[in-house]
């Protein structure tokens, strides 16, 4: 696909997705939408969105009722190529201010988990479940998981990571469509829908904070996810 074809469609799916889209004056090379233009907020559509469209098109998002009262959305940073891909629930009131996720204690505590890996958090892939914080930092609701899926399945399609660590109950029940406790799905090699991708669950660092005794478990959670990284690079 040519560059002005790639910038076309780019185009189609962000004014479906009624983001305005402005172009020099005098340039005639991009073409208008099509009448038959696909719908981006369809999951279908959104499956064959690129990065930067996709990246545009989070914070246009009205799906679910948390657009009225976010901040900003959180999309994700990290390596867009990343090894490891770590999913927590939902952003909370420091990071819908700062538009990043795991800031503030919990993340400085993720920085540190990663780090006794060896690995950065600028190497690793970091979102959220939800795109937007829930009021007073509660957990997602169904609907509103279901809102953001789209967005989520098309970052790990398009980050392809070898393991992904779902960090506390709701990111990894969610991920896995289980309503199993924590306890249960620790230590434990589980796979997308897709059935390719592996998934270890772990606490998330909020709780470690409010439970210390936890980190082992949670290192050892870690130690688990790398074997398991090991085991597929064979």
């Not at 434990?188 to 059935?195: A, T």
Request: proline share 6%; charged share 25%.
């Amino acid at each position: 696909m040519t560059d002005m074809a790639a910038e076309n469609r780019r185009r189609v799916y962000l004014r479906a997705l009624d983001i305005d889209v402005y172009a020099l004056r005098g340039n005639s090379e991009i073409e208008p939408p099509p009448a038959d233009a696909p719908d981006a907020t369809d999951s279908a559509a959104v499956e064959s969105v690129d990065w930067a469209t996709l990246e545009q098109a989070v914070p246009a998002c009205t799906q679910c009722a948390l657009y009225k009262t976010r901040t900003q959305t959180v999309f994700g940073v990290g390596r867009r190529t990343a090894d490891w891909m770590i999913i927590g629930d939902a952003p909370g009131a420091e990071e819908d201010q700062r538009g990043e996720p795991f800031v503030g204690r919990a993340g400085k505590l993720l920085d540190e988990m990663l780090r006794a890996l060896g690995l950065q958090r600028n190497s690793v892939f970091i979102t959220n479940i939800l795109k937007c914080r829930p009021p007073e930092d509660r957990d997602s609701a169904a609907d509103e998981a279901e809102s953001c899926r789209r967005y989520l399945e098309r970052q790990i399609e398009l980050i392809s990571p070898k393991i992904v660590l779902a960090v506390g109950p709701i990111a990894a029940q969610n991920l896995l469509q289980t309503d199993a406790p924590l306890g249960c799905l620790r230590q434990q090699k589980h796979y997308l829908s897709d059935g390719q991708r592996p998934v270890v669950v772990t606490y998330h660092p909020d709780y470690l904070l409010r439970s210390p005794t936890l980190k082992r478990k949670a290192w050892e959670d870690l130690c688990f996810a790398q074997r398991v990284i090991n085991e597929t690079s064979q």
